[in-house]
């Protein structure tokens, strides 16, 4: 979601409540998503068996048998929870000292969740799953999200008492609600919007929350003066970081790590990916950037492809159908048009002309080439590496270099022209 495994999204919801113990009960495919977490400080559960949600939070609690106070315990496909509404939660549970607190919402259609049922005087009975559920229950609206405060110990005094007495055999969390009301202990259910709770089962329901999801980081960055010329078509990562006076043009895809600096201008269809992108670059149409360093006032496209390890210094200018692969371009030097350049090091103020290629690979190993400060390359150039070009010097149009060229010299390796007069009257 956004340029993050969903977990780590979960991860960071609960991390900023600054829990004592941070635990996650893992199982099927659990590989996945213990590698998602894997530098993230956090202890893990796993269940080998998925004997049901209360055998995963008893599984938890035979692991951290000395752990006291109040327990948060929520589903790892609510990518969409807010802190705020946690604290909350965890905020009202403790006021009114409950034995259970737990989010629940109204959803038009309640399909595959737990109905909350209430009584006549609308406090909570029990939740039913849908699986167990009657016609008349089925038709309940409020739903229960699956998030719960529990006042640890009371809770571990209910768990040995849930039954898989029903259709999935499978122990129930949602039974302790009924349980603890039966020891008259309180049980404080809260509704929240349904969009913070929806959980993520299909790809539809994922590309929802992705909506979402994007929206919120728009209206983030948005507020802090970055202009988006539509923002329902610019798409931007969570770990994106962005200056201030930023133009967004529609169809921008920001992904991974990528900062971009203030009074940047990124023009439509263009995607850039864990790369940084200094003040005043402009990235004109149709562009792709992928981890490379543009240094401040750097020109880009349209139609250019930076291909990783790119460096590009202040001023330096790659235009339409021009591609880079790992190549330094040096402070002011220019590429204009047609051209690639790879496993090259360009210096100051350089001219490339149209068509240009360093031809870097033999079949078997890439080789560099090295442009100095000053270099004037003409158009249709191939150089051939491994080669130098010394400082100063000029390529003439045309030319095949296989050579090193020594400094402000004119180098000129072309076929020479032979002009045959009344060649076609005689070929007629």
Known sequence: MCGKPMILHIYELVSALSPKTHAFVVGHQRDQVMDALSEKPVDFVVQ??????AHAVSEFLKQHSNIQGLLLVLNGDTPLLQPSTLRGLLNVHQQRQAAISLLTTDLLDPTGYGRVIRNHQGN???IVE??????AEKEVREVNAGIYAFDIEKLGKLLPLIQAENRQREF???????????????????KVHCEEVIGINTKVELAEANRVLRKRINQQWMLRGVSMMDPDSTYIDAAVQLGSDVVLYPNVFLEGNTLVGSEVTIYPNCRITDSYIDSECVIYENS?????????????????????DSYLQTGARIGNFVELKKTFVGEGT??????????????????IGAGTITCNYDGEKKHPTVIEDGVFIGSDTQLI?????????????????????????LAIARGRQVNKSGWKPKKK
């Open 48 to 53: 080998e068996q998925q004997l049901g949600t």
């Open 130 to 135: 849908e699986a167990d559920a009657s016609s």
């Open 385 to 409: 590496a491994p080669v130098k070009i010394h400082k100063g010097a000029y390529i003439a149009a045309g030319s095949s270099i296989t050579e090193d060229v020594p400094e402000n010299s």
């Open 288 to 308: 792709s950037i992928e981890s490379a360093h543009l240094e401040s006032g750097v020109k880009i496209g349209p139609f250019a492809r930076i291909r990783p």
């Open 172 to 190: 129930y969390l949602p039974d302790v609600i009924s349980l603890a009301l039966q020891e008259q202990w309180t049980v404080l259910p809260q």
């Open 124 to 126: 909570i009975q029990r």
């Open 334 to 351: 220019k590429a204009n048009h047609l051209s690639y350049l790879g496993d090259a090091t360009i210096g100051k103020n350089v001219n």
